[in-house]
């Protein structure tokens, strides 16, 4: 459905779409899944800009425009900022092209990189769910595995498992897609009791458990390390220290952790338990 949703975007001439989502719920998947399906509909190519450090952005626009990419004479004698100046001025032509920037978190980053206008369509891969307007972009907000899929991806991996073994470990996982692919790699490889596996599960310590850290894992879709709690860990470092809403959102996130897992509880409880100015409780929730 999301595969489609994206296809359903970039034919309807939207300039950006952002696929959105927590980390391990499968962005960047998606959007290799995109990049394989429907590159060959963007006659000038498909381009790759990791936007996780936005530091090295320049660079990573700058080899677009060298061997395997757009191949454009006179690169190698040209300072950096002179190659980002020539690959953009070439995006801005009017050859489709899509481009995707994955880990592209600052809205900021996302307007001083893309073609204001020509035949380029922009893929974006973000766990930041708040974008402005002014961008007129598609979001698409990737969640979970629904219980189904999820089954399936699991015994996709490891056939032995029956549908309720498989749905257990499911929902003792949450149902993302990362710990799905990590959990039934493992039990294939190591053929571990499902039961055994399941009171693993149980344990507080269950980030720390070796099937959610790659180990048993011979494919890697996104070509990432697969490791669950360092997925996460990406989204609490980028939380600045001194910043009051990103202060406010780890002093939630620290109060979430006391409450009991895999049980719903009303927003306002937390918001409770935070003495912030009116307004910087509601926006630390969406970091």
């Not at 995707?100 to 893929?123: K, M, S, T, W």
């Not at 749905?167 to 692919?181: N, T």
């Not at 939630?252 to 009303?266: D, V, Y």
Request: net charge negative.
């Amino acid at each position: 459905d999301e595969l489609r949703a994206v296809a359903a975007a970039l034919a309807a001439g939207d300039a950006n779409v952002i696929s959105t989502g927590i980390g391990g719920v499968g962005k960047t998947s998606l959007a290799i899944e995109a990049a394989w399906r429907y590159g060959p509909h963007f006659l000038g190519g498909v381009f790759w800009v990791n936007c996780a450090d936005p530091k090295t952005v320049p660079s990573e626009i700058a080899q677009c425009g060298g061997p395997g990419g757009l191949r454009l004479a006179g690169m190698a004698g040209l300072s950096l900022q002179d190659q980002v100046r020539l690959v953009r001025a070439e995006w801005a032509r009017e050859t489709p092209r899509l481009l995707i920037f994955d880990n592209c978190e600052d809205p900021a980053l996302l307007h001083e990189y893309r073609p204001q206008g020509g035949g380029c369509r922009v893929l974006v891969t973000s766990r930041n769910a708040l974008w402005p307007p002014t961008l007129r972009a598609a979001t698409l907000a990737l969640d979970v595995l629904p219980l189904d899929a999820s089954v399936a991806l699991l015994q996709a991996l490891c056939a032995r498992l029956t549908n309720d073994e498989a749905a257990q470990v499911a929902e003792a996982l949450g149902r993302l897609p990362l710990a799905l692919h990590l959990a039934g790699s493992f039990l294939q490889r190591y053929r571990t009791p499902v039961q055994k596996y399941l009171e693993a599960l149980r344990s507080p310590t269950l980030l720390e458990h070796a099937s959610l850290t790659g180990r048993g894992v011979q494919e890697r879709p996104s070509g990432r390390e697969m490791h669950v709690a360092k997925a996460f860990a990406l989204s609490l470092d980028q939380l600045v220290g001194d910043d009051p809403i990103d202060a406010a959102a780890r002093a939630l996130l620290a109060r979430a952790a006391c409450l009991a897992p895999g049980e719903p509880f009303p927003q306002e409880l937390l918001e409770e338990t935070l003495s912030v100015d009116e307004g910087d409780d509601e926006a630390a929730m969406t970091r």
